[in-house]
């Protein structure tokens, strides 16, 4: 197997640090571009997005997998500035610099209908990476054994609290992505000469629902908390207060959005194509 440069961009976030891990293990040389140095990558490259960055460190890369994206922020404006407008110069300079794979990590929440925030900016770059012949990944909901992310938070969630509120029913359908399998799905684009930019759908065919969610976390903790169905508009408002309030609840009004107006049509056909399965959420 050919052994490549990588950088990876937000490779101390969830995605990234396994993947920087996951790709070391196969013999790549992992460049890390974050704000600080990643424990398990090779060499450091210095990296915000949306900021003013030098981008000569990418004339020595091969492969790029863009992860980062900030989810600090609430006003659109800002996310536009910084995830979308940041995310557009950085593949811009990698095609400068001669990278000479690009590996764009989408989402399932990306669709032309989206209304999320997240989702409508993903979606908004996806066009913009398949005219640069970036691959498109849209993982689902990313889990793993040790559950970070999103999931992590719900997790936290369902383990502390004796009364959790959801989504009307909690019959939203969730699309699971175990993180080793995103990984072996990243790799084997990496290492395979894939050409394909429509983009790719990283998750399990078998969907779980928001209430089967938590109540499975639930269980693996040994608790049993009472669901209680609250109207969305309700909760979507509550969330936005506490966010303007500062208060941290682990669950952003964005993602609530999402999850209530979630894409009904995933296209498997790709990853089917491929051989490569995704394991259903246990």
Not at 23 to 46: E, N, V, W
Request: glycine share 6%; aromatic share 10%; net charge positive.
């Amino acid at each position: 197997m050919n052994k490549f440069n990588i950088a990876i961009t937000g490779a101390n976030g969830y995605i990234g640090t396994y993947l920087s891990t996951f790709l070391k293990k196969q013999g790549h040389t992992i460049y890390a571009m974050s704000r600080k140095p990643c424990p398990s990558a090779d060499k450091f490259i210095h990296f915000e997005l949306g900021r003013n960055n030098e981008y000569t460190s990418l004339n020595d890369i091969d492969v790029l997998i863009h992860c980062a994206y900030d989810f600090s922020i609430t006003n659109y404006q800002r996310l536009r500035r910084i995830n979308f407008e940041g995310s557009l110069e950085l593949l811009k300079q990698a095609k400068n610099c001669g990278v000479k794979k690009i590996v764009y990590i989408s989402s399932t929440s990306a669709f032309e209908t989206a209304r999320s925030y997240y989702g409508k900016i993903k979606y908004e770059l996806e066009q913009y990476a398949k005219k640069w012949g970036a691959l498109t990944i849209r993982p689902g909901l990313v889990f793993s054994d040790n559950n970070k992310g999103i999931v992590g938070s719900i997790q936290k969630m369902a383990v502390k609290l004796p009364i959790i509120p959801i989504i009307d029913r909690g019959d939203q359908l969730l699309f699971p992505c175990h993180i080793e399998d995103l990984s072996t799905l990243i790799s084997h684009l990496i290492t395979k000469n894939e050409t394909n930019t429509t983009p790719i759908t990283a998750a399990c065919e078998k969907p779980i629902t928001f209430k089967q969610l938590i109540l499975t976390l639930a269980n693996k903790k040994h608790k049993k908390p009472i669901l209680l169905p609250v109207p969305y508009q309700v909760l979507f408002v509550g969330l936005k207060l506490a966010e303007l309030a500062k208060i941290p609840l682990g669950l952003r009004s964005d993602s609530l959005k999402y999850m209530n107006h979630y894409n009904k049509s995933h296209d498997f056909s790709i990853i089917r194509q491929m051989g490569l399965n995704f394991r259903p959420f246990e």
